[in-house]
T-cell receptor, first 113, second 112 residues
Framework: DAGVIQSPRHEVTEMGQEVTLRCKPI?????LFWYRQTMMRGLELLIY????????DSGMPEDRFSAKMPNASFSTLKIQPSEPRDSAVYFC???????????FGSGTQLSVL | LAKTTQPISMDSYEGQEVNITCSHN???????ITWYQQFPSQGPRFIIQ???TKVTNEVASLFIPADRKSSTLSLPRVSLSDTAVYYC?????????????FGSGTRLQVQP
């Protein structure tokens, strides 16, 4: 099993640009999660999906952030327009229904200049 | 909400046993206790989960007293590669966001 796959691994962009982060969950997993990690705020849950449907997006910081899951094997997190304060590591995770174990990807290191 | 409290950091030496305690005074009857490990530049990794008494796997042991108001993650004979941040989570997994909230964790530094 390849695990949760995120791309890109690193992203450097300028303020105002659109950023799209991608995630491929583990096959057969029913839940997908997007987290953001910074030194100041730690790991924050942004949004999660169950069977491709967004369940809780209360952690999405602003309207500049949006997430989609068009099918069971792909999800995107988009920031438009990006700002320097969005600089962080963004993690995607997935898990099976009725199994508490979360599997995380390697993350995307985002730097907004 | 079962808030958790862990030490911010701990230091140890190779070969020693390390015990990291997590306090969760408001744990609910159906809550489980789950520990994750995070290495630099990686996502957190599930280590162990338990409900009461003792759980052991190939990586660690988890000790939970009868009142369940705390739990202790035990790492036997640590090595340099155990240097990481360790997170304690308390909730039932079907309680949504509450179950998915990570605290500040404990930063373990293992010295040679």
């Amino acid at each position: 099993d390849a695990g949760v796959i995120q791309s890109p691994r690193h992203e450097v962009t300028e303020m105002g640009q659109e950023v799209t982060l991608r995630c491929k969950p583990i096959s057969g997993h029913d839940y997908l999660f997007w987290y953001r990690q910074t030194m100041m705020r730690g790991l924050e849950l942004l949004i999660y999906f169950n069977n491709n449907v967004p369940i809780d997006d209360s952690g999405m910081p602003e309207d500049r952030f949006s997430a989609k899951m068009p099918n069971a094997s792909f999800s995107t997190l988009k920031i438009q327009p990006s700002e320097p304060r969005d600089s962080a590591v963004y993690f995607c995770a997935s898990r099976r229904q009725n199994n508490e174990k979360l599997f995380f990807g390697s993350g995307t290191q985002l730097s907004v200049l | 909400l079962a808030k958790t409290t862990q030490p911010i950091s701990m230091d140890s030496y190779e070969g020693q046993e390390v015990n990291i305690t997590c306090s969760h005074n408001n744990i609910a009857t159906n809550d489980y206790i789950t520990w994750y490990q995070q290495f630099p530049s990686q996502g957190p990794r599930f280590i162990i989960q338990g409900y009461k008494t003792k759980v052991t796997n190939e990586v660690a042991s988890l000790f939970i007293p009868a009142d369940r108001k705390s739990s202790t993650l035990s790492l036997p004979r640590v090595s340099l590669s155990d240097t990481a941040v360790y997170y304690c989570l308390v909730a039932r997994m079907d309680t949504g966001r509450r179950a998915l909230t990570f605290g500040s964790g404990t930063r373990l530094q293992v010295q040679p």
